[in-house]
DNA sequence: AAATAAAACGAACGGTCGTGCTTTTTCGCA
DNA sequence: TGCGAAAAAGCACGACCGTTCGTTTTATTT
């Protein structure tokens, strides 16, 4: 279903297959913990033979941010481009954002979080890829709130980057509360702290207009 | 200055120096990242005479987050019990924290979120150990919360709870954007959130007041 | 169906891991 | 100064790690 895109000769099927079992593993345990001996086991695969599609450990740690940051972009934000810009789009990645979260990254965990905390630190290629891919959708949603600026939706003296930076904080507390300490309000916690932000930055004539609490449709692919 | 308190007869001297040494090893790998053979070399020890200190793996990182939870507390919290209840406190709180961050935990690490993404759906002691200690600071930070309610500078209806959550979130995202991203706008960004939350949360008569950046603090030990 | 290419396998390598022993060194005290 | 206890060292173990290599099994093409 979110499988990657249409396969060939049995090479790059079985190499997709890994994949996602490996995105599955990695979820868990992280991008270092996954070991490629456990791998091969849990697809009733030969050490050598899942080796040999990736080439070396480090590569298949690429491939599987790549693909994790597909999926994620694919379920957040493709979907909210069909909505009007500004506030509705913004809001709509927020709740596409949340139910992922709900349905993906809380039960497996979330490649994004477990990988920063774990190569921020650490020189090489993973890393980088690692900084690409979260460039990538923190440009992508500051471009909304750049719009629902533009759009009258939100104050002109909002800084997108800051707006971003604090949305990113009530996900990453969310994840702690949730996974962490299973605390089962966190989700709603993380919804009151969305809308107290956008209150907080939204144009005045658009902030009375906010019904405090209103529909907010996740927008399916 | 921040070793562990007061030692005795050598054996406990040398897992001080120990503990010290793993702390600086965790900071950066992880709880998991951290191995009993790197640990030794580090210290010019063998391997067996460090792991007799502690019996075992497990037993070791638990000690670890006893003793950064301890560190952490001393460093944000106990200064701050000198200044007056309410917001003062709570921003004093902050503030250290603030400067532990930039001091400690962007050039090493924090343990706390690192042992948080490793363990968050890892079973056993060291998990568990992982939430008592996150519990004990949230409740100080959600008890600094309510006494700022009960002294009228937060309003009535702010969940302590809540607020605190989604400072927790302003820190993880420092955390990320500093220490992955590399941005040194980060700390100034977390400051701006943490001015906006309160900002948000204040009570009418105390917003008022708030001469918008005031001179805050940082109590020094 | 035969020939060629791709994929999977199995065994082995050098390393590092945590941990259990036994022995040696060092310390604290009478 | 010497003796008992505590601390450190040395060594070995089984397990798992990523990786390499030669072989065998499957797919694909002629």
């Given at each position: 279903m979110t499988k990657s895109a249409v396969t060939s000769s049995k090479g790059l099927q079985t190499r997709a297959a890994i994949l996602d079992a490996a995105l599955d593993i990695a979820s868990r345990d992280g991008l270092e913990g996954l070991s490629i001996g456990m791998l091969a086991e849990r697809m009733g695969k030969s050490k050598s033979g899942v080796f040999a599609h990736f080439g070396s450990r480090e590569e298949l740690q690429i491939a599987l941010i790549d693909e994790y940051a597909r999926r994620f972009m694919e379920a957040v934000f493709l979907p909210a481009i069909?909505?009007?810009?500004g506030l509705p789009r913004l809001t709509a990645m927020f709740e596409n954002w949340l139910h992922r979260v709900q349905t993906v990254e809380i039960p497996n965990g979330c490649v994004f979080i477990s990988g920063a905390v774990e190569f921020d630190d650490r020189e090489g290629p993973v890393r980088e890829r690692m900084v690409t891919v979260n460039r990538a959708w923190q440009r992508e949603m500051q471009k909304a709130a750049r719009q629902a600026i533009e759009c009258g939706?939100?104050?002109?003296?909002?800084?997108p980057e800051q707006l971003v930076f604090e949305l990113y904080g009530v996900m990453l507390a969310l994840h702690h509360d949730a996974r962490?300490?299973?605390?089962?309000?966190a989700v709603r916690r993380a919804r009151l702290a969305f809308d107290r932000t956008v209150d907080y930055y939204a144009a005045p004539a658009q902030a009375a207009r906010n019904a405090r609490r209103s529909a907010r449709p996740r927008v399916a692919a």
């Open positions: 069909r909505l009007a810009r939706h939100l104050r002109a003296d909002c800084d962490l300490l299973r605390d089962a309000r």
